[in-house]
């Protein structure tokens, strides 16, 4: 249900019209939804947010961007385990890998550019809650665990280098919007079990009363995990409280999760037979966070909107890794003696307090048949953080598992400080009922101050600034209601993390969670991007089609030291390039609804650069291989498609299928293209899920991941396996290159069940 406007007609609240246009997303909306959307009270048209806070919104036939929108309604329907498994099922050109070995820890990388909760993997994708950047201060990390997808009302992708999202915008923006109490009235409660040992208890609640409304969702899920030593043990709430007036809008907000994540790190080709099995462990994530914000906006009149926020968030992580030891062998020079510890137990402690505020005005003007919109904005965002690392020796025993056999001694003891600063401003200009033009830009402002804490490495410490004004431009053409066609041109800009500044020496790579090391700077990564496309609707039948390029410069890449495969350092490797196609198109036939999403990647590097890779067949001596223009960046695939079936006979029962196509990929350490393992090959993945209702208050439901079972990888890392021995004992001096992979979960099934009422 959608919330009740009280403002002025030609305003919206908060995020009213977003809201409103994500959760009635028109029928497979140029080819983004599945569902014939139901009656409610729409906005006269369609409202995408452009900006980081709403203001008034754009319509969508003058944004001129592949933009896609999902509803809380189908996020619903189709019961995935969390948000990123919707990601992987449904938008185009999103993909995700298995590098963490647990299904809340993935990668979810979109035209080619990543959002990964790994510290040190390079990020290109902003993400939004709220208007509140949730990419981490440290390391612009996104833990997607932390984002409780019970809260979600929709979401919009923002593809492109758009500036006004400010950093980290190199190949898109996910915005996500939570729930309120007048637009999700009433209380559910929800339990489902199956596969995997997996147990989830799910509550949600909300209402109105005045001008006061408000929502809480909690859930709980604990699982054992479909491999050895991965399960997963969640708990998330968020809560909301609101007030509506006549022209003031005010939403305060807690966002609070406690979670504990173990995964399996890559298993190498050799290990195959089992699956299950995991290379070493332990290895384990502890997220804690609270983050509380507040919004609001208000009305000057019906095209005067002043928006605001303001957040803290607290947020603590506690990590232990295991790791072959890369001395084992080795001659310390005191004792004379080779180094005879097996293993080392990795734990890092971060802690860190984020916040910051943004303020936003939005200026509408007609003239005739003129219409402007001109918005203005400034945000802030800060961050303060703690980092420890602490080694501890092990030994491995049979099953590999990283035994202590010594005390943990502090490796790494740092503090850092982000500050970011950005004044942005974007005009849209249609000037015929036919065409509109869109001018926008954003000055960055990025400083970074590393401080050695242990008082041993006074070295570390450094202060960097990194700052930017970038562009954008674009044009739509509005023919008829039914057929927009668009052309844009945006640059954005990414500043180098502590994480990468103090790891960018060739001569002492570093661990992933990085330990701090006194390193050479690095470069901001710059952005630009051109897309054409068109888009179109008629009655039942959508469409979209776009085509884009990205060329970065100075793009940052992890390059292995060729010791362990977490192993390495970063670097600017010069120009990248990011370029496809996307097709997508969707049609209802009654109660039969299809939508399929088609996307062509062709992630490229541009410079000639040279990689310390020893565990690729084709190294030279040195152990060195060289990266030449036009060699495809490892990890994207070049072809996905995603379809959507639905079919909803009646309201009391309804059955739906996604089917996952996606083609091989590189491992990473082969950046040339030449490694005699090859690449990690494609696969295709079908999905099910189903739902009965008894009658308005209770509903039965199903999902069957993986419906055919098919055992894939999406994920590669070239790497020396030390576990050569009898039984697959640690052997190093036997040690064999092999490419090590991310694996897939094998099928899985789940029932549930879930009463409401108001």
Known sequence: MQRRLRLPALVSPHAGAVLAALQSCCAIAWAQSSQTPTPQELPPVTVIGTTPLPGLGTPLRDVPANVQMFGGTEIGKQRQGNFTEFLENN?????????QGNPYQPDISFRG???????????????????????????????????????????????GSNPVFGLNTLGGALSVITKSGSSNPGTSVEFSGGSFGRITAAFDHGGSKGPIDWFATANVSNESGWAQHNPSHVRQLFSKLGYQAQQTNLELSLTAADNRLEGTQTLPLSFFDDRTQAYTYPDTNINELA?????????????????????LRRYVNNAVNSNVNDEFGAIDPVTGLPDDVQAINDRAFLNQTSYGLGLQLTLKQSYGTTRNQLVLGTAGDFGDIKFNQDAQPAQFDA??????????????????????????????????????????????????????ASGNTPDLNGDHTFARFNPAIGMNFNPTPAFTGYATYNEGMRAPTALELTCADPAAPCKLPNSFLADPPL???????????????????????????????DDIQFVSSGGGINAGFFQNVGRTRRQGLEIAAGNGWGPLHVVARYGLIDATFQTTFIEHSPSNSS????????????????????????????????????????????????SRGDENNQDVSGQVPGYTVVNLDGRYRVNKALEFFARVNNLFDRKYANFGILGENVFTGPNRSF????????????????RGAWVGVRYEWE
Not at 146 to 158: M, N, T
Not at 546 to 553: H, N, Q, W
Not at 731 to 746: I, K, Q
């Open 91 to 99: 938008p185009t050109s999103v993909t995700v890998n298995a590098a």
């Open 113 to 159: 550019f990543t959002a990964s909760p790994l510290l040190g993997v390079p990020q290109g994708i902003s993400v939004f809650q709220d208007g509140v950047r949730i990419n981490e201060a440290f390391g612009d990390v996104v833990n997607w665990d932390l984002v409780p997808q019970s809260a979600i009302a929709g979401f919009q992708l923002i593809p």
């Open 291 to 311: 983050m509380f914000a507040l919004k609001g906006n208000h009305a000057f009149g019906p095209d005067v909107l002043l928006d605001g926020n303001v957040y």
């Open 399 to 452: 099953l590999r598992a990283a035994v202590p056999i010594g005390e943990f001694e502090s490796e790494t003891s740092a503090k850092s400080r982000t500050r970011s600063f950005g004044l942005y401003a974007m005009d849209s200009l249609a000037f015929t009922p036919e065409w509109t033009l869109t001018l926008s830009a954003r000055y960055n402002d990025a400083h970074v101050s590393i401080r050695d």
């Open 523 to 553: 470069k901001k990564i710059v952005a630009k991007t051109i897309e054409i496309g068109a888009r179109g609707k008629q009655n039942a039948f959508a469409w979209s089609a776009s085509m884009y390029r990205t060329d970065l410069i």
């Open 619 to 666: 190294a030279d001596a040195n152990g060195d291989i060289q990266v030449q223009p036009g060699n495809k960046i490892p990890g994207i695939p070049r072809q996905t498609l995603r379809m959507r079936v639905d079919f909803e006979p009646s309201q009391a029962w309804s059955v739906g299928a996604n089917l996952i196509v996606n083609t091989s990929v590189y």
């Open 731 to 746: 052997d190093p001096d036997n040690a064999v290159a092999e490419s090590f992979r991310g694996l897939g979960a094998p």
